[in-house]
Antibody, heavy 124, light 111 residues
Framework: EVQLLESGGGLVQPGGSLRLSCAASGFAFSSYAMSWVRQAPGKGLEWVSTISGSGGSTNNADPVKGRFTTSRDNSKKTLYLQMTSLRDEDAATYYC?????????????????WGQGTLVTVSS | QLVLTQSPSASAPLGASVKLTCTLSSGHSSYAIAWHQQQPEKGPRYLMKINSDGSHTKGDGIPDRFSGSSSGAERYLTISSLQSGDEADYYCQTWGPDIRVFGGGTKLTVL
C-alpha cells in the first residue's frame, strides 16, 4: 500500500524559513517523480514543485521560484521542501504526491497518490 | 497558456447522476487530464485519467459508478447512483514539460 506522510508544518513569521518532509512507503520511491501541491485555506489546489525520480531535475511554479527548493533522499525514501523568505500568501496545507513516471517524457504525468498534508501558517 | 476551467459548483439528488466538466484552454484540446476527489477535511484522492479519445484509466479501488469521457477540449467525470460520500470537491489536472496545472475545482453537493 502506497503511503505518504508529510511533516514539518507549523507557524513561521514572514520572511522566515521552514523545511517540510514527506516519508514514502509501499512503492519503489526512486522510480517515480514526486510533487508538492499546496492549498490555501478555502481555496483550490496549486502545484508548487516536481522533482524527478533521480533528483536530478526539478520544476517550480513561478510564485515560489528562487525561494523554495525541492530535494529528495532516495536512500531514506523521503521528499523535502525547503521554504525560505516565506510570505503571507504561502500559508497553506502542503501535500506531497507521487507522480506516475520518473520524469516527464511526453507521456501521462500526473499525481496518482497523495499524502494527508501538513499545515504551514505564516504570521507575525 | 495551459489552463483548465471548471464550474465552481454542481448539485444533484441522492441516487441520481451528475456530469462534471473540465475544459482545456485553446490549443490544448489533445491533452489528457486526471480527476481528483477531495472530501471535506481530507487530502485529495486520484480518481482517473482521461485521454482525448475518451479512454480512461481508474485509480485503485475507484468504483464503477465513476466514469470518464471526452469531447473536443472538454473532459468529463460522470458519477452515477450518487451517495452522500460523493459530496466533495473535484479537481482536474493536466501537465506539460515544465508545468503541472490544476483546475479551480467543482464543489459537488448531493441533495
Amino acid at each position: 500500500e502506497v503511503q505518504l506522510l508529510e511533516s514539518g508544518g507549523g507557524l513561521v513569521q514572514p520572511g522566515g524559513s521552514l523545511r517540510l518532509s514527506c516519508a514514502a512507503s509501499g512503492f519503489a520511491f526512486s522510480s517515480y517523480a514526486m510533487s508538492w501541491v499546496r492549498q490555501a485555506p478555502g481555496k483550490g489546489l496549486e502545484w508548487v514543485s516536481t522533482i524527478s525520480g533521480s533528483g536530478g531535475s526539478t520544476n517550480n511554479a513561478d510564485p515560489v521560484k528562487g525561494r523554495f527548493t525541492t530535494s529528495r533522499d532516495n536512500s531514506k525514501k523521503t521528499l523535502y521542501l525547503q521554504m525560505t523568505s516565506l510570505r503571507d500568501e504561502d500559508a497553506a496545507t502542503y501535500y506531497c504526491a507521487k507522480m506516475t513516471r520518473p520524469y516527464y517524457d511526453g507521456s501521462a504525468y500526473y499525481c496518482d497518490y497523495w499524502g494527508q498534508g501538513t499545515l504551514v501558517t505564516v504570521s507575525s | 497558456q495551459l489552463v483548465l476551467t471548471q464550474s465552481p459548483s454542481a448539485s444533484a439528488p441522492l441516487g441520481a447522476s451528475v456530469k462534471l466538466t473540465c475544459t482545456l484552454s485553446s490549443g490544448h484540446s489533445s491533452y489528457a487530464i486526471a480527476w481528483h476527489q477531495q472530501q471535506p477535511e481530507k487530502g485529495p484522492r486520484y480518481l482517473m485519467k482521461i485521454n482525448s479519445d475518451g479512454s480512461h484509466t481508474k485509480g485503485d479501488g475507484i468504483p464503477d459508478r465513476f466514469s470518464g469521457s471526452s469531447s473536443g477540449a472538454e473532459r468529463y467525470l460522470t458519477i452515477s447512483s450518487l451517495q452522500s460520500g460523493d459530496e466533495a470537491d473535484y479537481y482536474c489536472q493536466t501537465w506539460g514539460p515544465d508545468i503541472r496545472v490544476f483546475g479551480g475545482g467543482t464543489k459537488l453537493t448531493v441533495l
